[in-house]
């Protein structure tokens, strides 16, 4: 087969047998690094979506179009499900795989399998039909990774509303962090109103994934829209010798554009990040360091800038923060704004709960029971963008994350609407769109009395 063919998506260094038969190319989407042998035939009518570094051996048939089998004529009765073979699959030899299948991520299916359904991630499935025998890497998957949260990290509430469930998913955040998440709940603590994750992993393992992260996406050239914000309040101070901590400070892309020659601190775990604050006239302190009662009252603005969702314990570190605080000194948390999130009812799978890092998320009146236990006012709360967005795009992200959730609700909301030809490829959508591109931000800023 010939590759410039108008695939509806083909991605890089991809090796297709010129053997293979693609029967409605245009509807299926090819990753990067995948390998296509001899003699493969899909019919990928209702789309076939493959991804990255897959691997399918020869002889393998895979496809979308089946016939009703319940009406009285099956001649003409073409039935269209879509088929999803997730990242680091290895599909051997002979495969026959059928519509509406989902082959999770880094799974393997013996040769001569006949896959009837779906397949969980890091599965080997053998057999007519597959079946399950094994499950590769289980370390992966071990139970000491993660806990099990049965009430409020913050407030220790176990009077809470259940939200969502998630699906289950594989973690790619890190090359040393390739793992299988399993499903968990968005949980509503109903004293804080903090949401939270019922499953989350171990500190062990977060604080090892933190210390290996790379740092190199903090280097960029421009700042996000939060932190112009934040910058703004802070640059507008009239406070003489001012003292600024940003807890996390990464590499120091905030504080380095805080218009002070001293008075700038950061704490920081990763080595990476911690060398270049410090080539960047940033004064990195330790949380051991931060114990020395010469810090108490002492600074005039702490930043936990994309902080409070990782925070294993929040509450604990809020309160020992507070007491570094000068009187009407200033607490500023920029977070997720779980409000905006427009549909509660499926936010176990929102983008900023899929982050495996992430662990809660709060809101308006979680800040206001901030206030409350830290001795605080409130002084704002801002809504704000992450990051900058062109009308268009947020215009289009937010059409396309509306018709999704309508039609997971009833599809039957204006049926010809989901055969146009911009639109029908949300039929084939089991998660929610990546949309980032709404107010999901929230600054907090909480003045010391």
């Given at each position: 087969?010939?590759?410039?063919?108008?695939?509806?998506?083909?991605?890089?260094?991809?090796?297709?047998?010129?053997?293979?038969?693609?029967?409605?190319?245009?509807?299926?989407?090819?990753?990067?690094?995948?390998?296509?042998?001899?003699?493969?035939?899909?019919?990928?009518?209702?789309?076939?979506?493959?991804?990255?570094?897959?691997?399918?051996?020869?002889?393998?048939?895979?496809?979308?179009?089946?016939?009703?089998?319940?009406?009285?004529?099956?001649?003409?009765?073409?039935?269209?499900?879509?088929?999803?073979?997730?990242?680091?699959?290895?599909?051997?030899?002979?495969?026959?795989?059928?519509?509406?299948?989902?082959?999770?991520?880094?799974?393997?299916?013996?040769?001569?399998?006949?896959?009837?359904?779906?397949?969980?991630?890091?599965?080997?499935?053998?057999?007519?039909?597959?079946?399950?025998?094994?499950?590769?890497?289980?370390?992966?998957?071990?139970?000491?990774?993660?806990?099990?949260?049965?009430?409020?990290?913050?407030?220790?509430?176990?009077?809470?509303?259940?939200?969502?469930?998630?699906?289950?998913?594989?973690?790619?955040?890190?090359?040393?962090?390739?793992?299988?998440?399993?499903?968990?709940?968005?949980?509503?603590?109903?004293?804080?109103?903090?949401?939270?994750?019922?499953?989350?992993?171990?500190?062990?393992?977060?604080?090892?994934?933190?210390?290996?992260l790379e740092t190199n996406y903090e280097d960029i050239n421009y700042l996000f829209p939060t932190d112009k914000l934040v910058l703004e309040l802070i640059n507008n101070s009239d406070i003489n010798n001012l003292k600024v901590l940003d807890y996390g400070c990464g590499s120091g892309r905030l504080l380095k554009e805080i218009q002070i020659k001293?008075?700038?601190?950061?704490?920081?775990?990763?080595?990476?990040?911690?060398?270049?604050?410090?080539?960047?006239?940033?004064?990195?302190?330790?949380?051991?360091?931060?114990?020395?009662?010469?810090?108490?009252?002492?600074?005039?603005?702490?930043?936990?800038?994309?902080?409070?969702?990782?925070?294993?314990?929040?509450?604990?570190?809020?309160?020992?923060?507070?007491?570094?605080?000068?009187?009407?000194?200033?607490?500023?948390?920029?977070?997720?704004?779980?409000?905006?999130?427009y549909y509660k009812n499926r936010i176990g799978d929102y983008w900023y709960f899929k982050l495996f890092s992430h662990l809660q998320m709060l809101n308006v009146k979680h800040a206001k029971w901030l206030a409350g236990k830290l001795n605080c006012d409130l002084s704002d709360a801002i809504e704000c963008y992450h990051y900058d967005v062109p009308?268009?795009?947020?215009?289009?992200?937010?059409?396309?994350?509306?018709?999704?959730?309508?039609?997971?609700?009833?599809?039957?909301?204006?049926?010809?609407?989901?055969?146009?030809?911009?639109?029908?490829?949300?039929?084939?959508?089991?998660?929610?769109?990546?949309?980032?591109?709404?107010?999901?931000?929230?600054?907090?800023?909480?003045?010391?009395?």
């Amino acid at each position: 087969m010939k590759k410039n063919k108008a695939f509806k998506f083909l991605g890089k260094r991809v090796s297709i047998k010129d053997s293979v038969i693609i029967e409605g190319v245009e509807d299926v989407h090819v990753s990067d690094d995948v390998a296509l042998a001899d003699y493969i035939h899909i019919w990928a009518y209702g789309g076939v979506y493959i991804g990255d570094r897959v691997i399918i051996g020869s002889n393998t048939t895979i496809s979308t179009i089946t016939h009703n089998y319940e009406s009285p004529v099956m001649h003409g009765t073409l039935v269209m499900k879509p088929i999803y073979i997730e990242n680091d699959v290895w599909i051997g030899s002979n495969v026959k795989i059928l519509p509406g299948i989902r082959i999770g991520e880094g799974s393997v299916l013996g040769a001569g399998s006949v896959v009837t359904k779906d397949i969980p991630p890091l599965s080997i499935a053998v057999g007519n039909p597959a079946k399950v025998i094994k499950k590769r890497n289980p370390q992966f998957n071990s139970s000491n990774w993660y806990l099990d949260i049965t009430e409020c990290p913050v407030c220790s509430s176990s009077k809470k509303e259940e939200l969502s469930q998630s699906q289950d998913f594989l973690c790619n955040s890190n090359p040393e962090f390739r793992f299988h998440h399993p499903k968990y709940k968005i949980v509503k603590c109903q004293e804080c109103h903090l949401l939270y994750k019922s499953k989350i992993p171990s500190y062990e393992i977060l604080d090892k994934y933190y210390k290996t992260l790379e740092t190199n996406y903090e280097d960029i050239n421009y700042l996000f829209p939060t932190d112009k914000l934040v910058l703004e309040l802070i640059n507008n101070s009239d406070i003489n010798n001012l003292k600024v901590l940003d807890y996390g400070c990464g590499s120091g892309r905030l504080l380095k554009e805080i218009q002070i020659k001293e008075g700038r601190y950061g704490i920081e775990i990763n080595e990476d990040a911690i060398n270049k604050a410090e080539e960047r006239g940033i004064r990195i302190i330790s949380e051991e360091d931060l114990v020395d009662e010469k810090y108490d009252s002492f600074f005039d603005y702490i930043i936990l800038t994309d902080v409070y969702e990782h925070l294993f314990k929040p509450m604990e570190l809020l309160e020992f923060l507070s007491h570094k605080l000068k009187k009407q000194g200033k607490l500023i948390i920029v977070t997720g704004n779980s409000e905006a999130v427009y549909y509660k009812n499926r936010i176990g799978d929102y983008w900023y709960f899929k982050l495996f890092s992430h662990l809660q998320m709060l809101n308006v009146k979680h800040a206001k029971w901030l206030a409350g236990k830290l001795n605080c006012d409130l002084s704002d709360a801002i809504e704000c963008y992450h990051y900058d967005v062109p009308t268009k795009i947020e215009l289009k992200k937010n059409i396309a994350s509306f018709l999704f959730f309508i039609y997971q609700k009833t599809n039957v909301f204006f049926p010809a609407i989901w055969n146009l030809p911009k639109i029908k490829k949300i039929k084939n959508w089991n998660y929610p769109i990546l949309n980032s591109y709404n107010k999901d931000h929230l600054i907090i800023i909480l003045k010391k009395r």
